[in-house]
């Protein structure tokens, strides 16, 4: 191991020394600088400024939230034509977030972005942890039904019992019988475990820097340091304050233990400083996680875990236990470890950031912040001239300076009195409009000047400058987004192998359904045995903007090409704004549209048309949408009729209500309360009384008769033909009840 750690021990001090240094910058400290070989502040008098603007960190977290725009779409697909594999990638992306919410990875997100786009490098580190915090279940152990003997998890792990075909070792060894073990009826509580992740940082893994390529590593080393009294009680550790000396190079130590006190007033100074009363107080111990891939010597994998420096303090020591369980690479083992680069460089296997190209424009802007900071203060304390001694001295700048001289009247009888500096404040103008100069620099080196907006082309509408600044900015953040979903997509496959090798109880993942209410997957690792590959859909990753997408719904209608005054229009820009609710029962019937589909996809529930309660132009759109998708191209035929019924249904109530409020004076798609006289109101009423109960009086014209009503078992036998302008509800309530028969057919 100790051969392993010299590896990189002097190749990766330059990279170390940046790392440090755009952390302390993002922490507020930009006073530091490198004096042989070591970090320390700039020696400056005690009346210079100390305040600056960090845009270092202000641009650090304008990429952040570039690459951090939501879950990255991965789509899962088999891997192959069998059964399982076609079940596996059905339930893969729903699985998916049952992973990540076990891993906690929206809580870890920000963390990784940090590193990330800050260093340049990060890392995940995955694993499987069956620690007590996660939980129990009850499982049996196994009994000998020879000898009574009973054998817990311990037990087969102990005395070494094949767990696939378990025999009792006690019969084996006294009586010489290959005696099965079954399971008792006596339980132990066994840990669930849970997938984990870590989120590492450049400092944190030590590698072979001359393999560029993460994939192609053959070991990594994980280091970690724990309190000693912790590493007694886990491992009984006994060694010694030499052992906690870090061979390998104790650089990456120190800047770790440094970057946890890290403000804005770090002082390198005295992190070089050993710390021996924190060291007496919480003695620590480094720990180095060894993983190797099988080789000629470790056939199955190296995992072991080394306290100090001491070979006698290896505490672990076993094999690598991850491994692909499906597909072309079923069985081979894997490396638990991903390395999120935001910037390659070719050739080299640290990344790079560019956030490093904003260094200098950031020092440089802090002097000029200064000189401004510098003449403000020197107008309500100015430099002062003294008349007095027989020279000049100690010219610094700073403000309330008095400067002693010697006058030319100096022996004479004219009197001389201390004179007043005022500040030249002409040049202030020239020094704002430099910072504006460097902080457009700024944007443009690190990507992010069209994530501010940028500025749009003169003559250019307001929907297509939206639009062409919202193009740049994918182009301008396009490099760093993909190699963060390529982190991502190894995360993907590298969790799903862990899940399906260790998962032995259930996995519940709750959601809304579309009907608003809650719906519960179990998942269990008999899932996942099919073999998946899977691949990022680039296309959804740099979706439009809001302000975008409406500046473009402006303009279509500004155009007219969109018409607002059309119900169904007017439902799906309000939809894309996010606003349905301002149309009042629209939204109310949306969610009763989707409920009905939920329930018939569920539980076969048939929908059930309530005329003029419901707006059926609303059930119409909704409920054909429904019919267009998959879920519905897979329903039996029979099933279909019944939906298609409640459609046609639905068409018909459309005509009725229009009829019906076309009758009473109201407009038909916003029927408002209006006053109207009392000789039309009296017409109105007798006309939708008509309507309500016959609906016409031209037979065969698709109106029902006076008194026709549909039962639950088909139209009334009297009822007019379909016709193609019926407009009395006969004829809703006729579809209707087939639809109604339909399902009590299906039901019998």
């Not at 710390?275 to 107080?281: D, H, P, V």
């Not at 027989?390 to 030319?408: A, D, E, F, K, R």
């Not at 017409?683 to 109106?703: D, E, L, N, Y």
């Amino acid at each position: 191991m100790d051969k392993r750690l010299g590896v990189d021990k002097f190749s990766r001090t330059q990279f170390e020394r940046a790392w440090f240094r755009n952390v302390c910058f993002y922490a507020g400290q930009q006073d530091i600088i490198v004096d042989r070989g070591r970090f320390r502040l700039k020696e400056t008098p005690p009346w210079y400024p100390k305040v600056q603007t960090n845009k270092f960190k202000e641009k650090a977290r304008d990429i952040q939230s570039a690459v951090m725009q939501g879950r990255v779409p991965i789509r899962y697909l088999p891997a192959t034509d069998d059964a399982q594999s076609q079940a596996t990638a059905e339930i893969g992306e729903r699985v998916r977030e049952v992973i990540y919410d076990e891993a906690k990875i929206d809580l870890k997100e920000l963390e990784l972005a940090s590193w990330f786009t800050i260093t340049g490098n990060a890392f995940i580190h995955t694993y499987y942890d069956y620690d007590e915090k996660y939980g129990s279940s009850p499982a049996p152990k196994l009994e000998c039904s020879n000898c009574g003997q009973s054998y817990g998890a311990q037990d087969v792990v102990d005395q070494d019992i094949d767990p696939e075909q378990p025999f009792c070792p006690y019969c084996q060894e006294t009586q010489g019988l290959q005696v099965p073990l079954q399971e008792s009826q006596e339980t132990e509580l066994l840990p669930i475990g849970s997938i984990c992740v870590d989120v590492l940082s450049p400092f944190e893994v030590r590698a072979d820097s001359r393999v560029r390529d993460y994939r192609d590593w053959k070991w990594f080393i994980r280091t970690r340091r724990y309190d000693v009294s912790f590493a007694k009680e886990k491992w009984n550790y006994q060694g010694v304050t030499g052992d906690r000396d870090e061979p390998g190079g104790s650089l990456s130590q120190t800047y770790l233990d440094t970057l946890a006190q890290l403000n804005s007033n770090f002082n390198p100074k005295d992190s070089y400083i050993p710390t021996t009363s924190g060291e007496s107080k919480a003695p620590k111990v480094t720990a180095y996680e060894y993983y190797q891939l099988p080789d000629d010597d470790y056939p199955e994998g190296v995992r072991a875990v080394r306290l100090g420096s001491g070979w006698e303090n290896v505490v672990e020591f076993g094999p690598l236990v991850t491994e692909y369980g499906a597909g072309i690479k079923e069985g081979q083992k894997f490396l638990p470890i991903i390395h999120l680069r935001a910037e390659v460089v070719p050739g080299r296997l640290w990344g790079d950031t560019p956030l490093n190209e904003a260094i200098p424009l950031q020092l440089f802007r802090n002097v000029v912040e200064r000189v401004i900071k510098l003449e403000i203060q020197r107008m309500a304390n100015s430099v002062w001239l003294d008349p007095k001694g027989s020279g000049v001295s100690l010219y610094t700048g700073g403000p309330g300076q008095v400067i002693t001289y010697n006058p030319l009247t100096l022996g004479g009888t004219t009197p001389v009195k201390p004179e007043r500096v005022a500040p030249q404040l002409n040049h202030l103008s020239m020094l704002l409009e430099l910072l504006k100069f460097i902080d457009d620099a700024i944007e443009r080196v690190t990507g992010t000047y069209f994530l501010q907006g940028g500025d749009a082309p003169s003559g250019v509408t307001a929907a297509s400058a939206l639009a062409l600044l919202d193009e740049r900015a994918k182009k301008a953040m396009a490099p760093l987004v993909r190699e963060w979903a390529k982190g991502f997509l190894a995360f993907d496959e590298q969790a799903l192998e862990i899940a399906r090798q260790n998962w032995t109880d259930s996995r519940i993942r709750i959601v809304a359904g579309r009907n608003k209410k809650w719906e519960t997957d179990t998942f269990m690792a008999s899932d996942l045995q099919g073999a998946v590959s899977m691949e990022i859909d680039y296309q959804s990753m740099f979706p439009k903007s809001n302000a975008t997408e409406r500046a473009e719904i402006q303009q279509l209608i500004e155009g007219s090409v969109l018409n607002p005054q059309d119900p169904q229009t007017k439902m799906q820009i309000l939809k894309k704004f996010g606003m349905l609710y301002m149309l009042g029962s629209y939204d109310l019937d949306v969610k009763q549209a989707q409920k009905e589909q939920e329930a018939f996809l569920k539980n076969g529930v048939a929908p059930n048309l309530m005329p003029l309660v419901q707006n059926s132009l609303v059930h119409f759109m909704e409920h054909t949408d429904f019919a267009k998708t998959d879920e519905f191209a897979e329903l039996p035929p029979e099933e279909q009729d019944i939906w298609l019924a409640h459609i046609q249904a639905h068409a018909m109530d459309m005509g009725e209500r229009r009829a019906l409020f076309a009758m009473m004076g109201l407009d038909p798609d916003n029927p408002q309360a209006q006053e109207i006289g009392t000789g039309a109101a009296m017409a109105a009423t007798q006309g939708a009384r008509q309507v309500m109960g016959a609906g016409g009086s031209t037979p065969g014209s698709g109106a029902g008769k006076p008194g026709s009503r549909a039962g639950n078992n088909g139209p009334h036998p009297q009822g007019g033909g379909r016709g193609t302008q019926g407009a009395g509800p006969n004829q809703a309530k006729a579809a209707q009840a087939q639809a109604q028969a339909q399902s009590e057919a299906l039901g019998q």
